[in-house]
Each structure stands twice: as C-alpha cells, then as structure tokens.
C-alpha cells in the first residue's frame, strides 16, 4: 500500500498525486504548475521519480 511521495523537480513542493496515477503519466504541480512526468515501475510505486516534464 502507500502512494508515492514524490516531490516536484523545479520547485521542490510536495506533488499531490490521486493514487490513480502512472508511469508515464504527465501530472501538474499544484505549487508552480510545472508539467511533471512520473517514471519508474508501475508495480513498486513507492520508487517513482518524478522528472522535469517541459
Ligand atoms: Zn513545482
């Protein structure tokens, strides 16, 4: 269980995910609304990343 807990690449806030998310998956940051894209694998959510989307 647990969702990830990633952190936006640009200005570090906490990204607020749905729990519905996946690699892959472009998201906003609600802090800078910088596009973010969630990487890693699907199965183990715990060890994404997020990477600088633009
Ligand atoms: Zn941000």
Known sequence: ???PNL???ICE???ALNGDERPGEEV???YCGAPVVLVGDEDDPENWEAEDGI
């Open 13 to 15: 806030a906490d990204l």
């Open 28 to 30: 906003f940051c609600s």
């Open 7 to 9: 952190e936006c690449p």
């Open 1 to 3: 269980m647990g969702s």
